[in-house]
């Protein structure tokens, strides 16, 4: 059961689940109305985003195996824990599975089209693990935009019924949910090329044309530096638009979000060892999870909306 959990990556799909529903609880439903899903369907569409980032695991794992066995050779679970074949159907089941439960929930919401993006979807993570991820700076955005999604699906699915008395509200919290998936995609970006650093010696080995392999791990440090510094200005902006008088929100930002990633870009600069980079990329999942938690902040403490709003 633990080798399962593994190769699904069970902690990422903790992390999607909860992200789902912090944000359903803690900004949809407390600052929206004429909310599309209840509480079954909403467990359904967080399911059906689970089972599809599971089966996307799986089909990466998959067809990296001779990459893991260099990069993470204590992790490859293809063939050592379970046979490609029954890997293959496991995919195949919690991707069909996934499907079929966003198509559901899209018929149930009387919202038939929204069944389309989860097919998009698993398209798009199998090419991604057969072709793309072999792409330098293309792979990493596909995935970090799959990533960014799982907030994006949110508003597609309990807010697109814009009236006259619910405009401005819903029209706000879809805004907030843009800002929160820029910024798990500038997060997740940032992550994933510094694990193309790390798994520089298998990637080369299978001639994947990642970032590092092109132009050289110190080089590709630079950049992800200066890409961790505009997620800097990405966030004091957003503090200096929207965060006046909000003192709790602020701090929060500044010793969560803000100090962790002044940290990470010196310690980035200089990185070498893999242990290095697996710590990087350790905070950057870390800072990640602190920044969809603030969402609970906001709440408690500093609401987005003031109550006057919400008033037709």
Known sequence: MIKFLQLIRFPNLVMIA???????????????????????TFFCLVLA??????????????????????????????????????AFGLYLGSTTLGVLVGGYVSFMIEKPLNSFIFIGISILLYFYSFYFKKIAILGNSIVSLLVASSILILGLFDLTNFTKDNFFANGFIIGVLIAYSLFAFCINLIRELVKD?????????????????????NRVNKIIAVLAGLLIIFILYIISRYMEGKIVT????????????LYFIMKIWQAETKREYRMLSLLLKLIMLFGILSVVIFY???????????VP
């Open 49 to 86: 985003t689970v089972c599809i980032a599971a089966g996307g695991n799986i089909i990466n794992d998959i067809y990296d195996i001779e990459t893991d066995r260099i990069n993470k050779p204590n992790r490859v679970f293809i063939d050592s824990f379970i046979a490609k074949k029954n």
């Open 197 to 217: 650093s790390e798994d520089v010696n298998g990637d080369y080995n299978a001639n994947m044309k990642t970032l590092p392999i092109i132009l050289g791990r």
């Open 18 to 40: 909860l992200t789902q529903y912090l944000f359903k609880y803690f900004l949809i439903t407390a600052y929206g109305y004429d909310i599309a899903t209840n509480a079954f």
């Open 300 to 310: 408690y403490f500093d609401p987005i909306f003031k109550s006057s709003v919400l």
């Open 250 to 261: 602020t701090i929060y930002a500044l010793i969560t979000l803000l100090l962790p990633l």
